[in-house]
């Protein structure tokens, strides 16, 4: 079955650490994004890419890093720059011409 | 910019009674509408869309939602709703020609009591 998954499903991050998200897409979709979920603030866009070897900051990108070395992967990397990382982390993609974006199951961070 | 405003946190209704969930954007030109479906500790799963042509649309589960232009609004309806639809409702709004700048409301909370 086609789809996105994101792994893993719960990330504990320790006090200056970096860490590191998965986000995996069998859809064939050019453009992948990031999200962040906080409670009551709705889906906050951290960056987006629209073709291999190419990416975009989203509004809140601060602290974050990506990369877009692979059409079916893109990792999120949580630096130590971020100071308030503890959220739900989701990915989406969308197929060229298509407006829908779809999503995978999301990963939880935790800070220890 | 654009925006959305789901005025609703949490609403609550009998199963069986019917349902309609509020969005309000503002948005220049003509807007790409979205309702996306959340359970707890789960991605979000879209429920249906709105780009052009007959204002009422049909989704999945029942749903159905409305594209009021005059209005700036974009209501999620379902006549009769079942306890599995307890889950977090959003609303979120699109330029056409990109799906990169979708910006979501801040969701709603549904609960269903039996």
């Known amino acids: 079955d086609g789809g996105i998954t994101q792994s893993p499903k719960y990330l504990f991050r320790k006090e200056g650490q970096n860490v590191t998200l998965s986000c995996e897409q069998n859809?064939?979709?050019?453009?992948m994004y990031w999200y962040r979920q906080d409670p009551g603030q709705g889906l906050r866009l951290i960056y987006y890419?629209?073709?291999?070897?190419?990416?975009q900051k989203g509004d809140i990108a601060e602290g974050y890093s990506v990369s877009r070395e692979k059409k079916e992967s893109f990792p999120l990397t949580v630096t130590s720059a971020q100071k308030n990382p503890t959220a739900f982390y989701l990915c989406?993609?969308?197929?060229?011409?298509?407006?829908?974006?779809?999503f995978g199951p999301g990963t939880r961070l935790l800070v220890l | 910019a654009q925006s959305v405003t789901q005025p609703d946190i949490h609403i609550t209704v009998s199963e069986g009674a019917s349902l309609e969930l509020r969005c309000n954007y503002s948005?220049?030109?003509?807007?790409?509408l979205f309702w996306y479906v959340q359970s707890p500790g789960q991605g979000l799963q879209l429920l249906l869309k709105?780009?052009?042509?007959?204002?009422l649309v049909q989704g999945i589960k029942g749903f159905e939602a409305e594209f009021k232009r005059s209005q700036s609004s974009f209501n999620l309806r379902k006549p009769s709703v079942h306890w599995s639809d307890a889950a977090e409702y959003f609303c979120?709004?699109?330029?056409?020609?990109?799906?990169?700048?979708?910006?979501f409301g801040t969701g709603t909370r549904l609960q269903v009591t039996l």
């Open positions: 989406a993609s969308t197929g060229q011409g298509q407006e829908t974006q779809y």
């Open positions: 859809l064939n979709h050019d453009a």
């Open positions: 890419s629209q073709i291999v070897n190419d990416f």
């Open positions: 948005y220049g030109a003509t807007p790409y």
């Open positions: 709105y780009f052009s042509g007959d204002t």
């Open positions: 979120a709004v699109g330029a056409a020609g990109t799906a990169s700048k979708l910006t």
